[in-house]
């Protein structure tokens, strides 16, 4: 794209926030120069384990945002994962309010600050939780200690540290007008640079009604003047959120993290919960969620199947699905950024139309044909042919929203933070 010009100035890029997993993976990715990726969320129960691969972001000038964990470590399901790691979780149990709400919370806020800025961190998630709504009592102690984390940045030398704020509410709340506007009016005169909104029920494999809807609320955040993030969201629900401007940026993990539920973060964890199941991370082209490995070998072995769904981009996959069979995850990443980066090169107002003409109606085709495959595993075959009707939804509701999306407000863009440009500088 260097011999583009464009009469009208560059478009805002859409950014990438990518939740940092699978460390010795991204780390051999980085070095053979195979993760486009610019902005990485470090989580701080897990930056011990990850400091080979901090080390190399920062040399290498990305932005690192940090997820201080509260949440979780707040959250009786949730607490006693890779979160207890984090230098302010409770050895006793889960975060209470009496260790957050002022008065109290000294010690998390300030050992927040002290940790950003001593890992040369550019963002901070604020300390938040997972609310009902804005009626919950954590939130009012949240947006308090949003505004106390800016004094104790400021006053540990971190002036330059933006705050991001994460709302993590219900998708009920968040398509409630009321409760919607309440938020918003409370979230106005916070020391945030950006809102994310982390909305449990959605994600990747939302419907196209509520990817409609969600696009509608996430607009009415714009009058708060700050970039929105669509956080835990990914596949072409992600896609028409940027491309239809709700959000400038997506944030998700390593084939995970694509979409957040947080209805079972307050119950107690079942006996011998956790771990085991299938793993569903091998993304082929027209085919939305991600599949397990033997479904994408069942699908490459039927008649035509290799022909319709091997990855064809030889900058991802040059031996095409021998490639992404062999490393799906780095698959899987670099076509979420492919997919991001020829939206941002598109003017903004034109980005929607772009979407739906080239994203959706090729993967549209694409997975009318896949449904239509001769296969042994009859419940693949159903899964591919609800894939085809879904994204036939697509096309259908949001055609229908492009039509009146020439006046909608779009969320502002990111720029580069100052310690940002001054490590690239140090690399020049």
Known sequence: MSNVVYLHGQPAPIARFLRVSEHRRLEHLLAADRLPYDRFVIEAGSLKEQQDLVAALKQKGHELVLDTNVAELSAIAKYSGHARNAPWANPDGVLTEAHLKAGSNEGVISGVARFAVEHGFSRVLAPSHFVSGPRDPWFAIDLHNCAALRG????????????????????????????????????????????????????????????????????????????????????????????????????YGVAARERFDASGWHKPPKPGGGGGGAQYTVLLP?????????DADAIMNSPGGRRLAACIDRRCCPLGFDDTRRDPKGHFLRQRAFRCDELSSVPEPMRARHYLDKDLKADERR??????????????????????????????????????????????????????????????
Not at 286 to 294: C, K, Q, Y
Request: no cysteine.
């Open 367 to 428: 997975a009318k044909l896949l449904s239509k495959l001769k296969l042994s595993d009859a419940k693949l075959s159903m899964r591919l042919v609800e894939n085809a009707n879904r994204l036939d939804r697509f096309s259908e509701v949001l055609g229908s929203l492009e039509q009146t999306s020439a006046t909608a407000t779009r969320s502002l863009g990111f720029t580069i933070r100052p310690r940002d440009a001054q490590a690239k500088k140090d690399r020049r």
């Open 152 to 251: 104790a940045l400021d006053a540990e030398g971190g002036k330059q540290i933006a705050i991001d704020f994460p709302l993590m509410i219900p998708m009920r709340s968040l398509n409630d007008t009321p409760e919607r506007r309440s938020l918003i009016s409370r979230l106005a005169s916070l020391p945030n640079d950006t809102i994310w909104l982390r909305i449990s029920g959605f994600g990747a494999d939302g419907t196209a009604a509520g990817t409609r809807k969600y696009i509608a609320a996430a607009q009415d955040f714009h009058q708060l003047g700050k970039p929105v993030v669509a956080d835990g969201v990914g596949g072409l629900a992600g896609l028409a959120i940027v491309a239809f401007g709700a959000a400038a940026g997506l944030s």
């Open 286 to 294: 027209g085919v939305d969620p991600l599949l397990r490995r033997e």
